[in-house]
């Protein structure tokens, strides 16, 4: 009995963390460049069991002691890019990220949310610089700016640089907030797809999250309900079966 609440309280923590990751989704729906976070369930190994009263030793079969803690997959498909009219605004319609300056060093975005700042550079919204190949994307605040399909930014019909779009493998990369990416290995994207004027959004889908949100609370009220039924049973064997 006591296995059966080491079950239930295994999956209790597995649906908090679910809910965790779900709440973080919704919350993020409305993000440029969001990518949705899964998780993947995983049971702990088998343990294999032995009877070690009335004789010899005597294996009795196998445990499974429950549901470990589900590890945390990011869902990379690209999100629907909407028109935003806005000079400044980047999307990808291909795979790679914008790489952009931080106090913290290079990292990597899908949200193409940017702006000019007084300098004339162009910086996204928490004002890191966004970089092209020779550094950071400096032109004149009078200038008009146009990127093309391949990453080329042109100010009053000049090229001032090439835009850095970088990929890397999916589990290579970590989030670190603000839609920013940590990743160790990249390498440079030779033929990006680049849309001005034009934003991706995060490819959440609000009412599948809702109904995953819905699933995991009855989830976890069911795994309630085992621990209580398996507290009530060993309350019942050890103060009326053990006092016969």
């Not at 809910?19 to 702990?44: H, Y």
């Amino acid at each position: 009995m006591i296995r059966g609440i080491y079950t239930g309280a295994t999956g209790m923590l597995s649906q908090s963390r679910r809910l965790d990751v779900v709440a973080n989704n919704l919350a993020n729906v409305n993000t440029a460049g969001f990518k949705k976070d899964t998780l993947r369930n995983e049971s702990f190994p088998e343990v294999l069991m032995y009877r070690l009263a009335q004789g010899p030793v005597t294996p009795i079969g196998t445990l499974g002691p429950g549901t470990d803690t589900p590890t945390i997959h990011t869902d990379f498909t690209r999100g629907i890019i909407v028109e935003t009219s806005n000079p400044f605004d980047l999307a990808l319609e291909g795979p790679g990220f914008f790489s952009v300056e931080t106090p913290n060093g290079e990292r990597y975005t899908r949200n193409g949310h940017f702006l000019r700042d007084a300098a004339g550079y162009l910086v996204n919204q928490e004002g890191y610089y966004l970089l092209g190949q020779n550094g950071r994307i400096q032109v004149a605040a009078s200038a008009v700016v146009e990127v093309s399909q391949d990453g080329r930014v042109v100010a009053d019909g000049q090229v001032v640089d090439a835009l850095r779009i970088v990929g890397f493998l999916p589990g290579l990369g970590v989030k670190e907030g603000h839609s920013l990416w940590l990743a160790d290995q990249v390498a440079e994207l030779p033929a990006p797809t680049v849309r001005q004027g034009a934003i991706e959004r995060s490819n959440v889908n609000i009412v599948q999250e809702m109904v995953d949100m819905i699933g995991i609370l009855r989830a976890y009220e069911a795994n309630q309900k085992v621990i209580t039924t398996q507290d009530e049973l060993l309350g019942k064997a050890v103060n009326e079966v053990g006092r016969t």
